[in-house]
C-alpha cells in the first residue's frame, strides 16, 4: 500500500510517496500553483498515478495546538480533495510543526541554495511529514 504525503501550502505544494512495504519516504516534485482547486486536482491525479491508497496532509497547528488560518485553509483543501476522490478515501491530517525548519535544516548541511532550495523545501516537508507518519505506524 502506497501512501501521499503532502505539504499543502500558498505558492506551492510538496509531495512524497512511500515505498509499498510503508518503511521510507521519497520526495516528488512540488505543484507550484497558486489555486488550491487546481492543487486538488494535481493532488488527485497524483493519487491515480502513484497509485496511493492513502493520503497524509501535513496539518499546520500553532505551537500551543490551536488551529490558525493556516489550519483552517489546510481544511478546505482537505474538503476539496475529498470532492475529488470520495468522502471515503483516508485522507489523514498530520500536525506538521517544524517539519520546514528541519527541511531548512537538511538543506544547509547539504549546501543546497538558491532555486533549487526553493523548488525543494516543500516537498522535502512533505517527505517529512509522511516518514514522521510512517515511523508512528511502525511500517505496515
Known amino acids: 500500500?502506497?501512501?501521499?504525503?503532502?505539504?499543502?501550502?500558498?505558492?506551492?505544494?510538496?509531495?512524497?510517496?512511500?515505498d509499498p512495504l510503508g518503511f521510507g519516504a521519497t520526495s516528488l516534485p512540488a505543484c507550484k500553483e497558486k489555486n488550491m482547486v487546481k492543487?486538488?486536482?494535481?493532488?488527485?491525479?497524483?493519487?491515480?498515478?502513484?497509485?496511493?491508497?492513502?493520503?497524509?496532509?501535513?496539518?499546520?497547528?500553532?505551537?500551543?495546538?490551536?488551529i490558525g488560518p493556516r489550519g483552517e485553509k489546510t481544511k478546505a483543501f482537505q474538503a476539496l480533495l475529498f470532492e475529488r476522490?470520495?468522502?471515503?478515501?483516508?485522507?489523514?491530517?498530520?500536525?506538521?510543526?517544524?517539519?520546514?525548519?528541519?527541511?531548512?535544516?537538511?538543506?544547509?548541511?547539504?549546501?543546497?541554495?538558491?532555486?533549487k532550495r526553493k523548488d525543494s523545501?516543500?516537498?522535502i516537508s512533505a517527505a517529512y511529514i509522511l516518514q514522521a507518519y510512517l515511523d508512528s505506524k511502525g511500517g505496515f
Open 121 to 123: 523545501v516543500d516537498s
Open 85 to 115: 476522490l470520495g468522502e471515503d478515501f483516508p485522507i489523514i491530517l498530520w500536525d506538521e510543526r517544524l517539519t520546514t525548519v528541519s527541511a531548512h535544516h537538511l538543506m544547509n548541511e547539504t549546501n543546497v541554495r538558491g532555486q
Open 39 to 66: 492543487v486538488a486536482d494535481y493532488a488527485a491525479a497524483l493519487v491515480k498515478e502513484q497509485n496511493a491508497e492513502t493520503i497524509v496532509l501535513g496539518f499546520p497547528k500553532n505551537m500551543n495546538g490551536s
Open 1 to 18: 500500500m502506497r501512501i501521499l504525503g503532502i505539504d499543502f501550502g500558498d505558492s506551492r505544494t510538496g509531495f512524497a510517496i512511500s
